[in-house]
């Protein structure tokens, strides 16, 4: 289970780090595509009890895709 995470956490990461943050581009999906992207690092994360790192890319989404509910719900699950 541990190397399954750990696999899609370089699969994902590998893919994020070609699109730096305010990348322009003409493709209309991308910026939902991203934040999907952060949003299953942040469940990678915190499947691996990672809560801290799980919350930095749940926010992540969230700069990406303020509206994105997903994220948003990640986060109160997560708040104290």
């Known amino acids: ?3 399954q995470h750990d696999q ?3 699969v994902i990461r590998s893919i994020l780090d ?3 943050v305010g990348i322009k581009t003409s493709n209309p999906n991308l910026p939902t595509q991203l934040a999907f992207l ?4 942040g ?3 915190l499947a691996q009890g990672k809560e801290s ?3 930095e890319y749940y926010q ?3 700069i990406i895709k303020p ?3 997903l994220a948003q719900n990640k986060l109160k699950e997560l708040a104290p």
């Open 1 to 3: 289970q541990q190397d």
């Open 8 to 10: 899609s956490i370089e």
């Open 18 to 20: 070609q699109y730096p």
């Open 38 to 41: 952060n949003l299953l690092l």
């Open 43 to 45: 469940e990678n994360y």
């Open 53 to 55: 790192l799980a919350k």
């Open 60 to 62: 992540k989404a969230l």
């Open 67 to 69: 509206d994105f509910n």
